[in-house]
Structure formats: C-alpha cells, structure tokens
C-alpha cells in the first residue's frame, strides 16, 4: 500500500513564536518550503540535478488553512502526496502534524512549476522523460490514497461584496 511522504520533521522553534504565544502562520510556510525541498529531492529533483541540468522548481501558488495552534517546543511532522503532475507543473499536498498528539494542524496545496536557469535568465521546461516517468508514477500510486477534503480550497468572500477589479 503507498503511503503519503513523510520527509520532513521538525519542532516549533523559538523565533517562530508570536505575540499570541503560539506558532505565527508565516512559519508555518517555512515548514512546508522545507517539506518541499524534501520532496524535491525525493523524487530526484535534488541538487545534483539541479548543477546537472539547470533545472529546478520554483513554487508560483499555494494555498493554506489553519485547523491548530502550535506552541513551542511542539514536536512537528509533514506528509506529502503528490497529486498532479504535467509536463511542466508539480502539485504537492502537504498536511502538518503535531506529533505528539497526532492530529492535523495545517495543510498546503502547492503548484511548483519546472524552470530551467541558465546564463540568460530562467524560463519554464518541461521535465525531463525519465523524471517525467517517475512523477506519473508516484501521482498515480498518490492518486489510490485519496484527494484530501482541503486540497483544491480558495479563500471565500463573505458577505455579498464581490471584489471588482480596479481601473
């Protein structure tokens, strides 16, 4: 049976703290971009790659939602399903856990998009064939497990203003 990715662990850190003595919601985005190198990796898309081939992937959306408030010292870990992938996007799942208690305290839907560097600047690339191979591979076993109720969310407006667009 595959299981979701569960490359990243971590504890709240001091400087993560805010005012309100718990974990402020910008960290946990540097949580997650660290789960994301992890994955990266994971998946061959490491730093040999990167020096090999110029290529990388940069994160260009994402969305967040809160279920918990983390205070320090609280023991963390991600799980990370990939759960798309074309010829030049990447969609990773990652869902944040207090360890220790087990239960769900965050969750980011993240697209990352395949660049290539060079001297020139940076344009998007496809993936390479073998590389391309091997995320259809893992999206599809990803796929058995499930789309998480929170993947695919957008913020909502409230009430009944619909914000136009300005000029």
């Avoid at 993240?110 to 660049?115: G, K, Q, R, Y």
């Amino acid at each position: 049976m595959t299981e979701p990715l569960r490359l990243w662990k971590g504890e709240v850190l001091p400087e993560w703290v805010d005012a309100n003595r718990h974990m402020n919601d910008g960290y946990y985005a540097v949580a997650f971009g660290e789960a994301s190198w992890r994955v990266q990796d994971h998946l061959g898309l490491d730093a040999e790659y990167r020096e090999r081939t110029g290529g990388t992937l940069y994160s260009v959306e994402a969305h967040l939602t809160w279920d918990r408030e983390l205070a320090l010292g609280q023991r963390l870990h991600i799980e990370s399903l990939v759960l798309g992938v074309d010829t030049k996007r990447l969609r990773v799942f990652h869902r944040l856990f207090a360890s220790d208690e087990g239960c769900s305290a965050a969750t980011m839907d993240v697209m990352m998009l395949h660049v290539a560097q060079a001297e020139g600047g940076v344009r998007t690339a496809p993936f390479p064939a073998d590389i391309a191979r091997h995320l259809e591979r893992v999206a599809a076993e990803h796929a058995a497990l499930g789309v998480p109720a929170e993947a695919g969310r957008t913020v909502r407006n409230i009430g009944n203003r619909v914000p136009q667009p300005s000029g």
